[in-house]
Each structure stands twice: as C-alpha cells, then as structure tokens.
C-alpha cells in the first residue's frame, strides 16, 4: 500500500534525457559542479587522474573521460538541491505507479545527504585510474597499435604496460580532437570509436576503495564534507559495490535485495536507510551520470532503478507498508505543525472566525484544510475573514515550496 500522491505538487513531466540536458545547460548548477570538481583536483592528485581516465563509449557516452560522467552526477544533485528538479515529474517515474510514495523517500534521502552523495560521486570511480586496461578487435587500428592487453593480468606486473597504454590511449585522442575542432566531445568520442574500436575496462576498481590508498582518500573527503563515520563507512560499502548495483537490477530481482539486507546488517547499519542511500548511487551512477550513444542522440536509461523499486516491495512487501505507514504519519505531522506555524490550525481558526467549538466548526475547519490541500473547495466567508486567511493560505505555500511540506 505506497502513498496515492507525492508530497510535491506535480508538474508536466521531461523525459530523463530531457532532464538531463536542461540541467546541464543550467549555468547555476553547473558552476556548483565544476568548482568542487576543480577544488577536489586541486587537492587531491589522485581525483585529478581519475577525471581525466578515458571512458569506454559504450556504457559512457557522456563524454570521453570520467570527467563528464562525474560532473553529469553533481549537476543533477544539485539541481534536486535548488527544487529545480523533483523526481516526480521525470516522466519515466511518473509512469511508475502505486510508488509516488518511493520516488519521494528517495528525493529527500537526496536532499538530506548532499555531502555524501558529492563524495560518493567523486570517489566511487576513483580507482579507475589505477585499474585500467585496453582491448581491441583482432585487426582494427586500436589492436594493430598494440591496445590489446588480456584483461586476466598481474597487477604489480603489469603496471607500467598499464600506463604506458594509458599515456598512449590519451594522446592518440587528443591528436584525433584536435583533428576534429568544430565537433563535440561527445561526436568525437564516438567518431574516435568507430575508427579505433579500443574497448576500455576497469577490473576490480570499485574494490579498490579497502585498500589503503582510497580509504584513505575517502577519510580525507568526508572529514572535508563533515561527514559522521556512520556515513563514511556505509559510503565505502556503497562504492565497493556499486558496480553490483547495476548488474543485479538489469531486470526484477527481489533476491538481490536480500545481499545488501545481509551487508547492512552485518555492518551494524540500519537496512532501510543503507537501502535508500544505494537507490541513490544507483540513480546518479547509472541513471545520470551514464548515458548509451544512439543515433539520436546520448540515451539514458531508468530500468536499472525502477527494477530495484520493484525488487524491494517484492522482496518484503510488509516492510513496505510499514514504511508508507511512517511516512503517512511524518506527512501529516509536517503538515499539521505547518498549519499550526501559519495559523489554519483549530485554535488560530477558531479565534480567527470567531466561532464556538462544536461540529459546525469542526466541519468548517477539515472543509478549510482540505480546500488548502487541494482535496476540497474553499467555504464562502465574508470578506473580512476571507482576506486574512488568504494571507495564511499564501504563508503556508511558501512553507510548502521550501520545505516540500
């Protein structure tokens, strides 16, 4: 039993790609972004190698190096931050009926946890750099220019070969752009492909997170973000596994919810909360910051969370109720102190209509609350009440569209 309505008032829907584009165009937002990205390079030569690692185009279309990919994930974080996005009126969760009540948790879980998420974004590729290896074709330019290393290889062995290929792979492209002056990053990353066909991996780069180099990035980063060590521990096991997250939730799988129950619970977090944190990685990974090329474009993809929604109700469809049952009762509650803060309340109501309590007023009062809800018409009263209580009315909508109330 999920919520009938969202708690944000809804306007006509974008489709994802839609609102991914406008808000990369949104220079407010985008300006938020590349600051922290500038700063975390800046202070941190190891974020500053990751942005640049190449990209492989055919889950990464945004842009050829992890920059784009990064920066397309605290672009939409903070467009959700300014209210200039609510996941509602993205037409592909619109459509996702009966979990109006889901779509919502996750927005506030969103708005509640904005230093982790930048983390999360800067850091759950980071290793990249490190873990990167080349593949190409048997006869294609990209293997003929020696970009086809075994992806099973020795680490330590192979490290050199790795960054020989690396330095080789950025200056073979940055040759091929400055060849291409009057297309895109992104018509040049794809043009780039379709001549070279080199494939780009990353074996075990989100593992890398527990080992010491990267915890201890992770501990510099959240102590810089104020993070508690509850969000700095749960932030490690996200991005060691969120390259699961994906892979487990290409279709509806309420088993694979169960390994992060597990997960959670044997690292002492609370289940609930590790869950909607992950729905959140798996949003800004997956769903904005990873788009696929087509010919109509860079096309982004929703399936992978919507399954993971279906995938939790029907893992325990019990708990869901009981979670839709507390955010039921914190919505009323919000509501109800909002009314009390702006005076539509029973006792400022009272006063104000200069009434006696009795089931008239009563009466009066769920028709008035009701109305300013939306769930009703406004009474006929004089003037002079009337205008006062618009002033209210006008009061508590502005506490509405701050709060989302």
């Known amino acids: 039993m999920f919520r009938a309505q969202s708690i944000h008032k809804k306007n006509e829907t974008e489709f994802l790609d839609d609102v991914i584009r406008r808000v990369l165009h949104a220079e407010d937002v985008c300006t938020l972004a590349d600051a922290l990205l500038a700063g975390a390079s800046e202070s941190e030569p190891l974020i500053a190698d990751a942005l640049q690692a190449p990209q492989d185009i055919r889950y990464h279309a945004e842009g050829p190096f992890i920059h784009a990919h990064v920066r397309s994930m605290l672009c939409v974080l903070y467009a959700i931050q300014k209210e200039q996005l609510h996941l509602i009126d993205i037409e592909e969760f619109r459509r996702l009926k009966g979990y109006e009540g889901e779509i919502d948790e996750l927005e506030e879980t969103i708005k509640e946890n904005i230093g982790l998420f930048e983390v999360f974004a800067l850091m759950h590729d980071a290793a990249k750099w490190a873990c990167i290896v080349f593949s190409a074709p048997l006869g294609s330019r990209g293997e003929q220019l020696g970009f086809n290393v075994p992806l099973t290889y020795e680490f330590d062995v192979d490290a050199k070969v790795r960054a020989e290929l690396r330095d080789a792979y950025r200056e073979l492209f940055h ?231």
């Open 175 to 405: 040759e091929f752009s400055v060849a291409h002056p009057n297309e895109s990053a992104m018509e040049v990353q794809k043009r780039f492909y379709e001549i070279y066909r080199i494939d780009v991996h990353y074996p075990h780069h989100a593992e890398m997170i527990y080992t010491p180099v990267y915890s201890s990035l992770l501990d510099r980063f959240c102590a810089a973000h104020r993070l508690p060590p509850r969000d700095r521990n749960m932030l490690e096991d996200l991005i060691g596994n969120h390259m699961r997250f994906n892979d487990d939730f290409l279709k509806v799988r309420p088993n694979k919810i169960n390994r992060f129950v597990h997960l959670a619970n044997k690292r002492g977090y609370d289940s609930d909360d590790f869950i909607d944190l992950l729905q959140g990685c798996l949003f800004f990974d997956m769903v904005c910051g990873s788009c696929t090329s087509t010919e109509r474009g860079c096309r982004h993809d929703a399936s992978s969370l919507v399954h993971c929604f279906k995938s939790e109700h029907d893992f325990a469809p019990e708990r869901r109720v009981e979670k839709e049952t507390l955010r039921q009762y914190d919505a009323l509650r919000r509501r109800n102190q909002a009314f009390q803060e702006v005076g539509l309340d029973g006792v400022a109501l009272l006063e104000l209509l200069e009434m006696e309590p009795g089931p008239a007023f009563g009466k009066l009062l769920r028709q008035i609350q009701s109305a300013v809800i939306g769930e009703d018409l406004m009474p006929n009263l004089d003037s002079k009440h009337k205008k006062e209580l618009e002033t209210r009315i006008g009061r508590y909508y502005q506490i509405v569209f701050k709060t989302g109330v």
